[in-house]
Structures are given as structure tokens and as C-alpha cells.
């Protein structure tokens, strides 16, 4: 019940932020949207950086497991391939970013928004720069994987700062999930990988 109770106020806090952005957010806001007393909040998280924190690191999770889904499923449609090759959960990791449920645009506008305000404040930036450097390793990871032959750190790098990029674009209509899709596609051969 409690990991239910944590993931009901994470994604509750995600969805206060995209409403309002950091400049408003209040922890009594979170609480009201998940159903619980705001006394909960501090028992789970500690305090509003605590839960900051958790929502960054949900975001990166929630992506993982989207891609790890798409994976499956796109396995146990092929006959005999029991798991994917690395360059497809690679594309599939990335791609996880867009989508048009909405808890993933919830989760994408609060990491924008988080990111956006580690600009003007230091603890924020730490907390963002630890997630960053989460997300970029498993990309690392994937590349390593994939294609053994490139230098993976500058890889993900641009792998992942393209797909922040993106993000932004398709959080404010520029871009369809369709089209930020196909860049991450586009972006991926251009490394000379077969998605």
C-alpha cells in the first residue's frame, strides 16, 4: 500500500506542476490532488526538495518502464526473438519521452519545468544534473551495446540533450508525438543504426 500511496503522490505532483509550474507549487496542492494529508507528503519525501527530487527521478523510471513495455510487446510479436536488440530499446527508450498519455506530457512539462528553474537555483540544478546523468548512462549503456565501435559518452549526450530539445517543442505544439519520434528516429541512423 505504501509504494501505491508514493507513486499516487508522485504522479499527483507531476500533474500540480504542469498545471502551475514551480512558481505556485505548493505542497498542500500536491496532497489535495492525490487524496492524502499533506502530512503524508513529509513522511514519504521529507520536504518540497524531497519531493522534487522523486518526481525527477519518476520521470526517468516512468520512461524506462515505457520503454521496456514497448520492447515486449514488439517481441512477442516476432516469432522465436525472445528479446529486443539493443539499438531498438535504444530507440524505444528515447521515443518513450513522447506519448500521448497524459501522464507522460504531465511527467515531460515537470521535468521542463524543474530544468527550467535549475537555471536560477543551485539545489535544483544538483537534482537535475543527478537525473540527467541517470538517464544519460542507461543511453550510454544502450549505445555500448549497440555499437561497441563509437565513443558512447558524446553519443548520449547528444542523444539525450536532442531529445530534451524535442521535447520542449512537442510540449508546446510544435512538434506531433509522430514527428518527435521520427527525429529520434532520423538521429539514430545518423550513428548507422538499423531502427
Do not use: K
Not at 539499438?87 to 506530457?105: I, K, M, N, Y
Not at 537555471?119 to 543511453?139: G, L, Y
Amino acid at each position: 500500500m505504501a509504494a501505491e500511496t508514493r507513486e499516487r503522490i508522485i504522479e499527483a505532483c507531476e500533474r500540480v506542476i504542469a498545471r502551475g509550474g514551480l512558481r505556485g507549487f505548493r505542497m498542500g496542492d500536491v496532497a489535495r490532488e492525490a487524496g492524502v494529508s499533506i502530512g503524508l507528503l513529509a513522511y514519504h519525501f521529507g520536504d518540497r526538495d524531497g519531493l522534487l527530487q522523486a518526481a525527477l527521478d519518476h520521470v526517468n523510471e516512468s520512461a524506462a518502464r515505457r520503454a521496456e513495455a514497448a520492447s515486449e510487446q514488439a517481441a512477442s510479436r516476432e516469432a522465436g526473438n525472445e528479446s529486443r536488440p539493443p539499438t531498438d530499446r535504444l530507440a524505444a527508450l528515447l521515443c518513450s519521452e513522447f506519448g500521448d498519455d497524459p501522464q507522460v506530457r504531465a511527467g515531460s512539462t515537470a521535468w521542463n519545468e524543474l530544468r527550467a528553474a535549475a537555471v536560477f537555483d543551485t539545489d535544483r540544478a544538483a537534482a537535475v544534473a543527478r537525473s540527467t546523468a541517470d538517464w544519460q548512462r542507461e543511453v550510454r549503456g544502450l549505445l555500448l551495446e549497440a555499437r561497441p565501435e563509437i565513443d558512447p559518452d558524446p553519443a548520449a549526450l547528444i542523444l539525450t540533450a536532442l531529445v530534451e530539445g524535442l521535447s520542449g517543442r512537442w510540449l508546446t505544439g510544435q512538434l506531433t508525438t509522430a514527428e518527435a519520434q521520427r527525429a529520434v528516429h532520423e538521429a539514430l541512423r545518423g550513428l548507422g543504426m538499423q531502427v
